[in-house]
């Protein structure tokens, strides 16, 4: 079973996001358990603090050290990264990360046994968590939230749908974009006809082989007119 912790300043945040679908299957599995961690219950002087004034000036506040390794070494056992139980992860997200794509949620959904993911706020984390505590720096794009909230929410769903028997034997992720490094082809669904646009005949026939080569011809139009970077290997990671 895959363990994932998450800490947060904001555990409210996270409510019933991994109580719906595949998530809310797969903890009811056992295939994953999932915490959510304050980490104010960390903060252990008089004000609970959890953030300060940057050092060198500047806007903002900036998540301290104290409370986050006394989590890890809670959660963890050592905040000694050598020290760490074998496929232990402590992912940062960070708009400073490494881009998270669909073969880092493959490789975590084949290997990790424990990811411990650290939500920052305000201006991010002190960077000795980075540099000490710190396994996997990872960015879930090129754009700033105000929290690493939705990122964890994010990796954990994009992870957690790909563990073995997390589908269902009805649904398998084969096909899904990313995964052979295109796009999804089109879906259909019934009436066949809705307001006049109708659905492409090829799909009606019940001619598997033809289908079959439809979809892979569509898959690749949608991926050269929407991600060529897959098709060229800009993106490096495909
Ligand atoms: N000053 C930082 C941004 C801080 S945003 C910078 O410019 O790099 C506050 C927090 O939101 C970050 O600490 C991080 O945990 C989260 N966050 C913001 N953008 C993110 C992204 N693209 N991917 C993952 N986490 C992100």
Redesign the pocket.
């Known amino acids: 079973m895959l363990k994932i912790d998450v800490l947060t300043i904001f555990p409210e945040f996270f409510g019933q996001v991994f109580d719906f679908g595949i998530i809310r299957r797969a903890k009811l599995a056992e295939i994953v358990e999932i915490n959510v961690h304050d980490l104010r219950d960390y903060a252990f002087d008089k004000h609970r603090m959890v953030d300060d004034r940057p050092f060198g000036g500047g806007d903002?506040m900036v998540?301290k050290c104290e409370p986050i390794f006394a989590a890890i070494e809670n959660l963890i056992g050592t905040s000694e990264r050598s020290e760490y139980p074998a496929l232990t992860h402590v992912v940062?997200?960070?708009?400073?990360?490494k881009p998270?794509k669909q073969t880092d949620a493959q490789a975590f959904a084949d290997d990790a046994k424990h990811i411990v993911m650290?939500?920052?706020?305000?201006?991010?984390?002190d960077e000795r968590v980075n540099e000490t505590l710190v396994t996997d720096e990872?960015?879930?794009?090129?754009?700033?939230?105000?929290?690493?909230?939705?990122?964890a929410i994010v990796i954990a769903d994009s992870i957690v749908r790909l563990l073995p028997n997390a589908l269902g034997s009805d649904t398998s992720a084969e096909n899904d974009s990313f995964s052979d490094g295109l796009l999804d082809c089109p879906h259909y669904t019934r009436p066949a006809n809705f307001r006049g646009m109708s659905v492409p005949e090829v799909l009606l026939n019940g001619n598997h082989a033809e289908i079959g080569k439809w979809r892979s011809i569509k898959a690749l139009e949608k991926t050269r007119a929407n991600r060529s970077d897959l098709l060229t290997g800009e993106n490096g990671e495909m």
């Open positions: 903002g998540l940062l997200l960070s708009p400073q990360g998270f650290i939500c920052g706020r305000y201006e991010g984390v990872i960015s879930i794009g090129d754009y700033v939230l105000s929290g690493g909230e939705p990122a």
